[in-house]
């Protein structure tokens, strides 16, 4: 039964003299997608030169005025007149600035925002008054004119209010004294018409005109929180690659003895988190507020405040309670498994030994993906800028060419203009009505797709080139001597001369699943409001499926590059055989692999947690050594939380080499036991202490 079912998954591999490793007599792979890569690669080039060519993130970077213009550009007029100012903030009220994103009043570029309250009328009775106020009109405004003449023209606002910049605009400096809205701190003013005006008029204005402005406000706090820690960030940092380092190198020679360290280290580094929050459980009691719940307090910017409430810590403590007994349990029931991850891990420590310049193999990969994300950032922001300014008919009484098209140019002149002579044409959104702008939504979803595509391959490459050098290391008789002088760079070589087509086949397999989860997520946040549980249900469905399809799919490529990087075959091909020998030693598979992928990963949450706790007690403050050291900030879990999530990435690095290693291993140990069966002729080329765990042994030669 045991036979039929693995005949089920092809023929095991037969013994061949010939095979000692990779194999050096190859030919290419995959030509038809290779040459599809390249002529996408070539495509991507183009719309990057387009989109560079197009676009301006001047828009992006400087407030643009009615007339399109960009406050503080530097070279231009308006270099010293930074800040944009709204004419009528209160039209900012309008339900249609939502939809349009653009206030339905007159915007123009100031050197200052307004700081004291005036009125037109009252302004051009005195000189001095008159003057000051004209740094907020257009130009074409003199002395002669009439006040009544300058606002039917709409040279100028009816009123100015004390304002204060923010994001590179001027808002009203509102304030509250007691339950009272105040501008300017009074409470109320004359909007320039002859009309007195609650300052909570205002109010409704300055919403719709800032609706991201405490979403901004956190993250400027972020931002100077950066400015300030980035040292110390840095300090961190170097703090985890060195630690990583070292655990790697203590690895290479106490690989059993760091294995259960590590394990109990784990244990009592989730333990003592499991103390803190209690620790800080205990303290709020009784503290006023700290009883409310998250859901009574709902969404602050402040974040610190969560961690003033009782329920944040207890939910922390339950959270790391769950994980630390899940790793006891799993310790408990895989005890007997982890003794043969330990020797597999020994010999992956033996095989960086040998092939040491494999650890900084990542730094490669790190550079291209560096290079892949920047262009596909610097393309994003160069597309989503290259629309032409449009501008629109805005108007304060009843018209018929409301929010209809205009040319800034001749509008004064224009029909629309004597139909509505209370209408201006204002700069609206930027947009366009080209082939070009038709089909920019397409070029931008290429820029996704090529970025996923070029990801891929890129970290389908370091897994491929790794995997050579390790089967190299593994099928070598005599190690180091039957091994290549630069195991790396020698099957980076063939991996790039032979295989370009193979990674690009499986890295695009990979990235339309990610594609398509791309627009699931976009589906789901479209439907976020619809009443539909069927569609919610069937949406769900469909992301889970498309979610378990990808990791499949990560786990098959990672096996067929393992196979190609040995046997030179194509990318089905290898996918195949990786697939059938792993299914014919699913319960090594299932058991051994998984195991010793759980130790790495406790290895990365050791390093994390470790730093981490450092960077805790530096920042926070909570040891009077660091008091005076540590910088002032506005959040200190910014620059822990950073350290935590580079540290990871580090330590990731780091292990991802040890992973890789492993997987070859694994996969070269499956095939050494169906290739031979330890007599002097076929010799089992797996290591003395892997034999003894498994109860395998090479039987003595003959006597000569």
Same mark, same amino acid.
């Given at each position: 039964?045991?036979?039929?079912?693995?005949?089920?998954?092809?023929?095991?591999?037969?013994? +061949?003299?010939?095979?000692?490793?990779?194999?050096?007599?190859?030919?290419?792979?995959?030509?038809?997608? /290779?040459?599809?890569?390249?002529?996408?690669?070539?495509?991507?080039?183009?719309?990057?030169?387009?989109?560079?060519?197009?676009?301006?993130?001047?828009?992006?970077?400087?407030?643009?005025?009615? #007339?399109?213009?960009?406050?503080?550009?530097?070279?231009?007029?308006?270099?010293?007149?930074?800040?944009?100012?709204?004419?009528?903030?209160?039209?900012?009220?309008?339900?249609?600035?939502?939809?349009?994103?653009?206030?339905?009043?007159?915007?123009?570029?100031?050197?200052?925002?307004?700081?004291?309250?005036?009125?037109?009328?009252?302004?051009?009775?005195?000189?001095?008054?008159?003057?000051?106020?004209?740094?907020?009109?257009?130009?074409?405004?003199?002395?002669?004119?009439?006040?009544?003449?300058?606002?039917?023209?709409?040279?100028?606002?009816?009123?100015?209010?004390?304002?204060?910049?923010?994001? #590179?605009?001027?808002?009203?400096?509102?304030?509250?004294?007691?339950?009272?809205?105040?501008?300017?701190?009074?409470?109320?003013?004359?909007?320039? !018409?002859?009309? &007195?005006?609650?300052?909570?008029?205002?109010?409704?204005?300055?919403?719709?005109?800032?609706?991201? %402005?405490?979403?901004?406000?956190?993250?400027?706090?972020?931002?100077?929180?950066?400015?300030?820690? *980035?040292?110390?960030?840095?300090?961190?940092?170097?703090?985890?690659?060195?630690?990583?380092?070292?655990?790697?190198?203590?690895?290479?020679?106490?690989?059993?003895? &760091?294995? *259960?360290?590590?394990?109990?280290?784990?244990?009592?580094?989730?333990?003592?988190?499991?103390?803190?929050?209690?620790?800080?459980?205990?303290?709020?009691?009784?503290?006023?507020?700290?009883?409310?719940?998250?859901?009574?307090?709902?969404?602050?910017?402040?974040?610190?405040? !969560?961690?003033?409430?009782?329920?944040?810590?207890?939910?922390?403590? %339950?959270?790391?309670?769950?994980? +630390?007994?899940?790793?006891?349990?799993?310790?408990?029931?895989?005890?007997?498994?982890?003794?043969?991850?330990?020797?597999?891990?020994?010999?992956?420590? #033996?095989?960086?030994?040998?092939?040491? /310049?494999?650890?900084?193999?990542?730094?490669?990969? @790190?550079?291209?993906?560096?290079?892949?994300?920047?262009?596909?950032?610097?393309?994003?922001?160069?597309?989503?800028?290259?629309?032409?300014?449009?501008?629109?008919?805005?108007?304060?009484?009843?018209?018929?060419?409301?929010?209809?098209?205009?040319?800034?140019?001749?509008?004064?002149?224009?029909?629309?203009?004597?139909?509505?002579?209370?209408?201006?044409?204002?700069?609206?959104?930027?947009?366009?009505?080209?082939?070009?702008?038709?089909?920019?939504?397409?070029?931008?979803?290429?820029?996704?797709?090529?970025?996923?595509?070029?990801?891929?391959?890129?970290?389908?490459?370091?897994?491929?080139?790794?995997?050579?050098?390790? $089967?190299?290391?593994?099928?070598?008789?005599?190690?180091?001597?039957?091994?290549?002088?630069?195991?790396?760079?020698?099957?980076?070589?063939?991996?790039?001369?032979?295989?370009?087509?193979?990674?690009?086949?499986?890295?695009?397999?990979?990235?339309?699943?990610?594609?398509?989860?791309?627009?699931?997520?976009?589906?789901?946040?479209?439907?976020?409001? $619809?009443?539909?549980?069927?569609?919610?249900?069937?949406?769900?469905?469909?992301?889970?499926?498309?979610?378990?399809?990808?990791?499949? %799919?990560?786990?098959?490529? =990672?096996?067929?590059?393992?196979?190609?990087?040995?046997?030179?075959?194509?990318?089905?091909?290898?996918? =195949?055989?990786?697939?059938?020998?792993?299914?014919?030693?699913?319960?090594?598979? $299932?058991?051994?692999?998984?195991?010793?992928?759980?130790?790495?990963?406790?290895?990365?949450?050791?390093?994390?947690?470790?730093?981490?706790? @450092?960077?805790?007690?530096?920042?926070?403050?909570?040891?009077?050594?660091?008091?005076?050291?540590?910088?002032?900030?506005?959040?200190? *879990?910014?620059?822990?939380?950073?350290?935590?999530?580079?540290? !990871?990435?580090?330590?990731?690095?780091?292990?991802?080499? !040890?992973?890789?290693?492993? +997987?070859?291993?694994?996969?070269?140990?499956?095939?050494?036991?169906?290739?031979?069966?330890?007599?002097?002729? =076929?010799?089992?080329?797996?290591?003395?202490?892997? =034999?003894?765990?498994?109860?395998?042994?090479?039987?003595?030669?003959?006597?000569?």
């Amino acid at each position: 039964m045991e036979l039929e079912e693995k005949q089920k998954y092809g023929e095991p591999r037969k013994y +061949d003299p010939t095979f000692k490793g990779p194999i050096q007599n190859r030919g290419c792979t995959d030509i038809v997608c /290779c040459i599809l890569f390249v002529l996408a690669l070539l495509g991507y080039i183009a719309v990057g030169i387009l989109a560079w060519s197009q676009g301006d993130p001047r828009k992006v970077i400087y407030p643009t005025d009615s #007339r399109g213009q960009f406050c503080g550009q530097a070279g231009t007029e308006l270099e010293k007149k930074p800040l944009l100012f709204y004419f009528n903030i209160m039209k900012c009220a309008s339900p249609m600035v939502l939809l349009e994103f653009q206030c339905p009043t007159t915007q123009m570029c100031v050197e200052k925002c307004p700081e004291k309250f005036m009125t037109l009328l009252k302004a051009y009775t005195n000189k001095n008054d008159f003057e000051y106020y004209k740094k907020f009109c257009k130009e074409g405004v003199t002395n002669t004119m009439g006040a009544p003449e300058i606002l039917r023209l709409g040279l100028c606002p009816a009123m100015l209010t004390p304002s204060k910049p923010f994001t #590179r605009r001027c808002f009203p400096a509102l304030g509250q004294k007691g339950k009272v809205i105040t501008v300017g701190n009074i409470s109320s003013f004359d909007d320039g !018409y002859g009309n &007195m005006r609650d300052a909570k008029d205002l109010v409704d204005g300055v919403k719709n005109a800032t609706v991201v %402005i405490e979403a901004r406000q956190v993250v400027m706090k972020i931002f100077e929180d950066y400015t300030q820690s *980035w040292y110390w960030i840095l300090i961190g940092l170097v703090i985890a690659m060195v630690t990583s380092l070292l655990f790697i190198i203590l690895l290479r020679y106490l690989a059993g003895i &760091m294995v *259960w360290v590590m394990i109990v280290l784990v244990i009592l580094v989730i333990g003592y988190g499991i103390f803190h929050c209690y620790m800080e459980y205990a303290a709020l009691k009784g503290e006023p507020g700290a009883n409310v719940t998250i859901q009574q307090l709902g969404f602050q910017t402040d974040l610190s405040v !969560y961690l003033q409430i009782r329920q944040t810590w207890l939910a922390f403590m %339950i959270i790391l309670a769950i994980v +630390d007994v899940v790793i006891i349990l799993l310790l408990i029931f895989l005890r007997k498994r982890i003794l043969i991850a330990v020797a597999l891990i020994k010999e992956a420590s #033996r095989a960086i030994g040998h092939v040491m /310049c494999s650890l900084f193999f990542p730094l490669f990969t @790190f550079v291209l993906l560096a290079i892949v994300i920047a262009y596909w950032a610097v393309t994003a922001v160069f597309l989503s800028t290259s629309n032409e300014p449009v501008y629109k008919v805005f108007n304060e009484t009843l018209c018929e060419h409301s929010r209809k098209l205009c040319d800034p140019a001749n509008y004064t002149t224009s029909l629309m203009k004597a139909q509505c002579p209370d209408s201006e044409c204002l700069f609206a959104f930027y947009g366009g009505e080209t082939v070009y702008h038709k089909y920019l939504i397409g070029l931008q979803f290429y820029n996704v797709f090529l970025f996923f595509w070029c990801a891929n391959f890129v970290i389908g490459l370091g897994q491929m080139t790794l995997a050579g050098a390790f $089967a190299s290391y593994y099928w070598a008789f005599v190690k180091p001597d039957d091994m290549p002088a630069f195991p790396v760079f020698s099957s980076l070589g063939r991996s790039l001369r032979y295989h370009t087509g193979s990674l690009a086949f499986g890295s695009l397999i990979l990235s339309i699943i990610q594609i398509i989860r791309v627009l699931l997520e976009y589906l789901d946040h479209k439907l976020k409001g $619809a009443k539909n549980k069927f569609a919610k249900f069937l949406l769900c469905c469909l992301k889970c499926c498309f979610w378990c399809l990808e990791k499949f %799919i990560k786990f098959l490529n =990672r096996n067929a590059y393992i196979m190609v990087a040995i046997y030179g075959k194509n990318f089905c091909t290898s996918a =195949r055989d990786a697939f059938f020998l792993l299914m014919r030693n699913m319960i090594r598979v $299932a058991v051994l692999d998984k195991v010793t992928d759980f130790l790495l990963f406790l290895g990365k949450l050791l390093i994390v947690g470790l730093v981490g706790v @450092f960077a805790f007690f530096f920042f926070s403050g909570r040891v009077k050594a660091f008091e005076n050291t540590a910088p002032h900030l506005h959040y200190y *879990w910014v620059p822990i939380l950073t350290v935590v999530i580079g540290s !990871y990435l580090i330590a990731h690095g780091f292990f991802s080499v !040890y992973a890789m290693c492993v +997987d070859t291993l694994f996969l070269c140990f499956l095939e050494d036991l169906e290739r031979n069966d330890g007599s002097p002729e =076929r010799p089992y080329l797996m290591p003395e202490n892997l =034999r003894k765990v498994l109860n395998k042994k090479n039987k003595s030669e003959p006597a000569q």
